[in-house]
């Protein structure tokens, strides 16, 4: 990826006149500028799952945002952390399912599909004693520097 810094001078008399609103709007067009001149650039949004099979209500948004994300174009990864890896523990999925949604195992069926990656801090894996076999497939066993990695990549984080 290509780091462009970029110094943009605005009159102050404009920013006197100028809402806040519009200013963070003047901010966003020139990062999109910026953006838009690195060809290799895909924005990245990084949902974090802290969250365990005890609070079913709090499991779907990040399956469903990310989802979205790749149907928009955007990289998008769900970082099990804590409690949050009991969610990708084989079988537990298929014992979810809320309101007129569909379960949450075809949720994440979906979501895989669309191309999210699911990444397992290997650290909550010792924290609650479950070995690395014990995850559906498509999960990934990662070390925690790992999500310290992501956050500083990502273009947006989300914590549910």
């Known amino acids: 990826m290509v780091l462009l810094f970029i110094t943009v001078n605005i009159p102050i008399f404009y920013l006197r006149e100028t809402p806040i609103a519009a ?3 003047i901010r966003k067009t020139y990062l999109l500028l910026i953006h838009i001149g690195c060809r290799d650039y895909m924005p990245a949004l990084l949902y974090v799952q802290t969250s365990g099979i005890d609070t079913p209500e709090r499991l779907y948004s990040p399956f469903i945002l990310a989802q979205t994300a ?13 409690m949050g890896i009991t969610v990708v523990k084989k079988g537990n999925a298929e014992k979810i399912k809320m309101g007129q949604f569909p379960g949450l195992k075809e949720v994440m069926d979906q979501a895989v599909k669309a191309g999210v990656k699911l990444m397992v801090c290997e650290q909550s894996c010792q924290l609650i004693s479950l070995a690395k076999g014990d995850f559906v497939p498509e999960a990934e066993i990662v070390g925690a520097a790992t999500l ?13």
């Not at 790749?70 to 804590?82: R, S, T, V």
Request: hydrophobic share 60%; proline share 0%.
């Open 23 to 25: 200013i963070f709007e």
């Open 148 to 160: 310290n990695d992501l956050v500083l990549e990502a273009d947006g984080t989300m914590w549910f």
């Open 70 to 82: 790749k149907a928009m174009g955007i990289d998008a990864i769900i970082y099990f952390l804590g």
